[in-house]
């Protein structure tokens, strides 16, 4: 597998600094994850030479070298396709330009086809228009057409949807899937929206004041409960899922670890692939199956880890065969319940927290 | 219109066309430089390119004629190569020109280039545009209004040109006699009707080549619109 190998030293303003090394899989996409001014933007500058590193950063992609001492191959060299956070479209090119700006200068190597970029991104109507007539969302969506089209073996995106309202973020995503799935081009994405990133990372590097706390699977690292990840509120388990069929309800059924799991209708076909994304605020604990229960999905699971901090709810990782939940209980519950590590108890799962699940294929 | 006028006329014109098209080649990549660059040097070169601003063009005109007399080293290199003198000579209008019109050309165009987004030639470097594609391909065209607006002002202000022509090239018929210094040589010999003729033109010209150029600036800009 090609690596993209970092050694990274890089000072900012205000005494930031980031500093890391680190050997990136180029395969998939890796979310590049944390708070605002954790040093995110600066990596993704730093790899596609628009910021100079400190003297001792040496940068690998593959077997060529990047950065070294000395040396600096400049952007124009790298074939690193990048979507800013604003698009930075020319403004001077309607969309068909600022494409064609992309795929003239990429010189003789074998690159996705226009038409194809064009309608992954839904952008066969917008062609002719100038950029300063196209919403938000259109113009985000023109910039990754235009990134793909430079036919990088690398596309870094920084935050392309933070700008973006919650309906055309939607949108923008759905036809930023379509890309991840065909272009088959190793990704960098940065993010600080967990919802965002846990759709479709394969990989999470989790930044935090300019240092690497986390470097994993995605699927892995979300379930565990020792990450600052799981102290957030939006703290959630990711599970691999397979639709099993519909029922006359208006549900679908997931297989899940030889157990099902009952979510609103998805339009798929069966035996596809879906990754769900259960909160651990919506997940709760009984010692016994319950028999009257409103909740639908229900599962028998294993205590296998129990964080509890003072002054804070209880968290909990539950195994459910390959796979685990997180749970989030008040200490009292605990208490009463006396849970302990090793013990079978019931995971329930409110159907609330499943109707905003993502299905995304993994 | 006389003959001599028609020459004089046809001498400034000469004039300002040769020198905006140096200016233009000339202060482009100035600018450009200017436009990118932070520190002492470049706030030496800015000063320096902003002299003619306020500078009486006989100062100017005085040291360009020290430079370029017979005796100096650049007048004598001329003589050598080419047999003939450069003070007093239309070459040496065209050089004083450049020197006195340059502000006009260099400050709209630093102007513009400054405006373009650093982050712009950023995702064309991206791209795979190398810096002088970045220029010709993203800042040029971006620029182009302001292209407009510096050849016009360099044009006017050769064409406006005194105190420096008379020091350097004097009044040489169909060589260094422009329209300026044939109405100078008019008011001097009390010709005031031919003075007037004159004068109206060069007023005339000016007013007309401003007012299209405000004019095309106000409408792209929107105002009024």
Redesign the interface.
């Given at each position: 597998m090609t690596m993209l190998e970092l050694k990274l030293h890089c000072r900012g303003a205000d005494g930031f600094s980031l500093a890391l090394e680190e050997s990136l899989s180029l395969e998939g996409v890796t979310a590049i994850y944390g708070p605002s001014g954790s040093g995110k933007t600066t990596l993704l500058e730093c790899i596609?030479?628009?910021r100079k590193p400190e003297g001792d950063s040496t940068i690998n992609f593959a077997a060529q070298c990047w950065q070294r001492r000395g040396y600096s191959l400049?952007?124009?060299?790298?074939?690193?396709?990048?979507v800013?956070q604003?698009g930075?479209l020319?403004?001077?090119l309607d969309v068909s330009g600022n494409l064609d700006?992309?795929s003239r200068?990429?010189?003789p190597v074998q690159a996705l086809a226009q038409d194809q970029v064009v309608s992954w991104l839904g952008l066969e109507h917008l062609l002719q228009r100038m950029p300063d007539t196209l919403s938000a969302g259109q113009r985000q969506r023109v910039a990754i057409a235009?990134?793909l089209l430079?036919a990088p073996r690398l596309l870094l995106l920084d935050e392309p949807l933070a700008n973006l309202d919650s309906a055309s973020r939607q949108q923008c995503l759905h036809y930023l899937r379509q890309v991840i799935e065909h272009a088959k081009i190793p990704m960098l994405y940065v993010s600080h929206d967990i919802e965002e990133v846990s759709q479709f990372a394969d990989r999470m590097l989790i930044l935090s004041e300019g240092r690497v706390r986390e470097h994993g699977s995605m699927l892995e690292l979300s379930s565990r409960i020792d990450t600052r990840l799981a102290q957030e509120e939006k703290a959630a388990a990711i599970l691999l899922t397979q639709l099993r069929g519909q029922d006359d309800y208006g549900l679908s059924e997931l297989a899940l670890e030889g157990q099902s799991l009952w979510v609103n209708q998805l339009k798929a076909q069966k035996g596809e692939y879906f990754r769900i994304r259960i909160p651990a605020r919506d997940v709760s604990i009984c010692r016994t199956l319950p028999v009257d229960s409103s909740i639908l999905n229900i599962l028998p699971v294993t205590i296998v880890e129990i964080e509890a901090r003072h002054d804070s709810p209880v968290l909990l990782r539950l195994a459910l065969g390959q796979q685990y939940l997180l749970a989030r209980i008040t200490r009292k519950s605990a208490a009463t319940l006396k849970l302990a590590v090793g013990d079978r108890v019931y995971a329930q799962i409110k159907s609330a927290a499943l109707l905003s699940e993502i299905a995304s294929q993994a | 219109m006389s003959a001599a006028e028609l020459d004089a006329i046809y001498l400034t014109l000469l004039l300002a066309g040769t020198t905006t098209v140096l200016l233009v080649l000339l202060g482009t990549p100035l600018a450009w430089w200017l436009s990118r660059r932070e520190g002492t040097l470049a706030a030496l070169i800015e000063a320096l390119v902003a002299m003619p601003l306020i500078l009486p063009p006989t100062v100017l005109g005085f040291y360009l004629l020290l430079l370029l007399a017979p005796g100096s080293f650049i007048g004598s290199l001329w003589q050598q190569a080419t047999g003939s003198q450069l003070a007093f000579s239309f070459q040496a209008l065209v050089i004083g020109s450049v020197i006195y019109s340059l502000p006009f050309v260099v400050q709209p165009l630093q102007a513009a280039f400054s405006r373009v987004p650093q982050?712009?030639l950023?995702?064309?470097?991206?791209?795979?545009?190398?810096p002088f594609?970045q220029f010709r391909?993203?800042v040029l065209?971006?620029s182009r209004r302001s292209f407009l607006v510096a050849a016009s002002l360099g044009f006017a202000h050769t064409v406006g040109e005194f105190g420096v022509i008379l020091m350097i090239g004097g009044n040489i018929p169909g060589e260094t006699r422009v329209l300026s210094v044939a109405l100078f040589d008019y008011v001097e010999s009390l010709q005031f009707a031919e003075a007037h003729r004159l004068a109206a033109l060069l007023v005339a010209f000016s007013l007309a080549l401003l007012f299209l150029l405000y004019r095309s600036n106000r409408r792209s800009l929107g105002i009024g619109a």
């Open positions: 596609a030479g628009l400049p952007s124009w060299q790298r074939r690193v396709g990048y800013f604003n930075r020319f403004p001077h700006f992309a200068r990429r010189g235009r990134a430079s | 982050e712009l950023q995702a064309a470097a991206t791209l795979g545009a190398k594609d391909s993203v065209p971006l």
